[in-house]
T-cell receptor, first 112, second 119 residues
């Protein structure tokens, strides 16, 4: 089983749609969770950290379910500019360091 | 706008060349990273420096040699690369947490990357 798994997509949705991505992780000792966004041929950029209580930033809502070991990202009222790859990132302690494990990413295309 | 600056943005080098990638950040972060990213893959960790000391080397071949001259700069020296080393090389930085005995925090900020082609 992969440490972090995401549906690669692509998700093709019309403008204004609501779309949700899930990400599952295998290490129950994982401590921190993030969603990054990466545009084609650009660097990844932090979209949201994911907290146990869930968090919302405008049209974006992230949730964490530790019992089932998954995190989710909900995008409401999709815009054309939301088209990108969304990467799920999980961190846990490895000896005296923390390691980041990246999912393969979910591709989103928002169509006019 | 990124606060992590990488140079050059593009690099083409022969297999016998020696070149260096540079990364600079002025956010006061004490952890800096090199990642390699191939097309349609997530970033793959290469090296981590924590408080200017090499903290993680993910079994990277010796033809890649990192250097951290000070807390703001990170270099990656390249020598005798292979065509399969062609990729986007990303530098990142984050806060570090020495007080807790853990070298690294995990929210990382990335530079725009150097797109490397080895011919």
């Amino acid at each position: 089983r992969k440490e972090v798994e995401q549906d690669p997509g692509p998700f093709n949705v019309p403008e204004g749609a609501t779309v949700a991505f899930n990400c599952t992780y295998s290490n129950s000792a994982s401590q921190s969770f993030f969603w990054y966004r990466q545009d084609c041929r650009k660097e990844p950029k932090l979209l949201m950290s994911v907290y146990s209580s869930g968090n919302e930033d405008g049209r974006f809502t992230a949730q964490l379910n530790r019992a089932s070991q998954y995190i989710s990202l909900l995008i409401r009222d999709s815009k054309l500019s939301d088209s990108a790859t969304y990467l799920c990132v999980v961190s846990f302690n490895a000896g005296n360091n923390r390691k980041l494990i990246w999912g393969l990413g979910t591709s989103l295309a928002v169509n006019p | 706008d990124t606060e992590v600056t990488q140079t050059p943005k593009h690099l083409v080098m022969g297999m016998t060349n020696k070149k260096s990638l540079k990364c600079e950040q002025h956010m006061g972060h004490r952890a800096m990273y090199w990642y390699k990213q191939k097309a349609k893959k997530p970033p793959e960790l290469m090296f981590v420096y924590s408080y200017e000391k090499l903290s993680i080397n993910e079994s990277v071949p010796s033809r890649f040699s990192p250097e951290c001259p000070n807390s703001s700069l990170l270099n990656l020296h390249l020598h005798a690369l292979q065509p399969e080393d062609s990729a986007l090389y990303l530098c990142a930085s984050s806060q570090a947490d020495r007080a807790k005995g853990l070298g690294l925090n995990t929210e990382a900020f990335f530079g725009q990357g150097t797109r490397l082609t080895v011919v």
